[in-house]
Structures are given as structure tokens and as C-alpha cells.
């Protein structure tokens, strides 16, 4: 069993930056996929970018691409994301997830969800 907790969301002016924690706790967490979803009021779930947490390439979804970056801290147990650039449009309630299959766009082969974390960007 894995739990995921996020931190990090709040209010932010357009143009701001934020970074977003997901810890994760559990077994075997080596083998874990950590992804980070949002969903924006009236929109479903999407995808936004996505590692494995013991290493290799990140994949982001366009919208994430050239102001999003996805990074592991050392100890291999949280996944960040960073938001840079920030639009209106990207405000949602940002959740991160676990997977032990391959990286995937699709939120039903993540197995592990945390609470989320609302971002709001207003001035």
C-alpha cells in the first residue's frame, strides 16, 4: 500500500510560480510511477506530467510543456512540481498518484491518489 500526500497549492498572480510537494510513504516505493493530475471546475481529470520515482525521463502533457517541470528529491520519496508562468486557466485542485505499471496518461492506471491541493490563479 502507498500513501501520497501533496502540499504547496494556494493563491498566486498570473505570471507567479508555485511548487507543489507530493510525499510518498509506503512499500517498495522504488517501483513507483508518481504522476500529477488536475481538474479545473466543470472539466475532468487530466494529466499533467508524470516520472518514475527512481529515476528517468519526465513526460508532460502539452499544456505543461516549457513552463512545468517535474523533479525526485534524493531520498527517491517525493515528487515535485513546479509551476512557473502561471495562467488563469490553470487554477484546478492539483492531485498527484501512483502507479507500479509504466507511465500513463490515463488517471485509471494510477492505483494510489492523494487529497489534492487546490492552486488558484487571480489578481
Known amino acids: 500500500q502507498v500513501q501520497l500526500e501533496e502540499t504547496g497549492g494556494g493563491l498566486v498572480q498570473p505570471g507567479g510560480s508555485l511548487r507543489l510537494s507530493c510525499a510518498a510513504s509506503?512499500?517498495?516505493?522504488?517501483?513507483?510511477?508518481m504522476a500529477w493530475f488536475r481538474q479545473r471546475i466543470g472539466k475532468e481529470r487530466e494529466f499533467v506530467a508524470a516520472?518514475?520515482?527512481?529515476?528517468?525521463?519526465?513526460y508532460f502533457a502539452d499544456s505543461a510543456k516549457g513552463r512545468f517541470t517535474v523533479y525526485r528529491d534524493n531520498a527517491e520519496t517525493t515528487l515535485y512540481l513546479r509551476l512557473n508562468g502561471l495562467k488563469a486557466e490553470d487554477s484546478a485542485i492539483y492531485y498527484c498518484?501512483?502507479?507500479?505499471?509504466?507511465?500513463?496518461?490515463?488517471?485509471?492506471?494510477?492505483?494510489?491518489w492523494g487529497q489534492g491541493t487546490q492552486v488558484t490563479v487571480s489578481s
Open positions: 498518484a501512483g502507479s507500479r505499471a509504466s507511465v500513463s496518461m490515463w488517471s485509471g492506471d494510477y492505483a494510489y
Open positions: 516520472m518514475r520515482l527512481s529515476g528517468g525521463p519526465p
Open positions: 509506503g512499500r517498495d516505493l522504488s517501483s513507483l510511477v
